[in-house]
């Protein structure tokens, strides 16, 4: 049996932690991402971790054939227990390698099951970031997700689109920065945003 190329796990567990020290009167605070509220971004991360889950199954659906950002999702009233259990659940369903194999679908778009797990590690470590600094906590997100999102972004950006990278245009660091903060710039935030 082959090794998955990564352990959501981790991330999932850093992501886990952030969201159960947010504040109810945190959750209308605003984001890095314009559109969201803290809110918004911890509904969002249950919606992308029950696609990314379905997506490792290859189980297509509603979860994995409705594009993000149609509607502005809703936090649900209790949110507290049901976002642990599914990033647990798209942990688990990732350490599967066959999740990393063949072709699937999420956000409505058909990927191979090797770059659907790279966006989801991805999602999970900028979205991280995202909660952690709308909330004032410290992030340390896992050193292994945080390298694979950098060569995720970093070949996204690469690529020639009409818009200058997969998420908006890579945001100027100085030489040197710290690996987080070169990240979040490949994913067109401002590593120095605060609320």
Known sequence: MSVPPVD???QTLTIARLAEAVRDEQLDAPTPCP??????L??????LAAAFRDAAR???GPTTDTPPGEVLPELEPGWRSVLPAL???LA???RDPAAWEGGTRVGGVSLTGAVAGLVAVDELVVHGWDLARATGQEYAPDDEALRAAERFLAQAAAEPTD???LFGPPVPVPDGAPLLD???ALSGRDPRWTP
Do not use: N, S
């Not at 559109?35 to 918004?40: I, K, L, S």
């Not at 911890?42 to 919606?47: E, K, R």
């Open 8 to 10: 959501l796990g981790p």
């Open 35 to 40: 559109d969201y509220a803290v809110g918004q």
């Open 42 to 47: 911890l509904a969002h991360l249950a919606g």
């Open 58 to 60: 290859k189980e297509a």
């Open 87 to 89: 990033l647990g659940e």
């Open 92 to 94: 688990g369903a990732w």
């Open 163 to 165: 818009g200058g990278g």
């Open 182 to 184: 070169r990240v979040i």
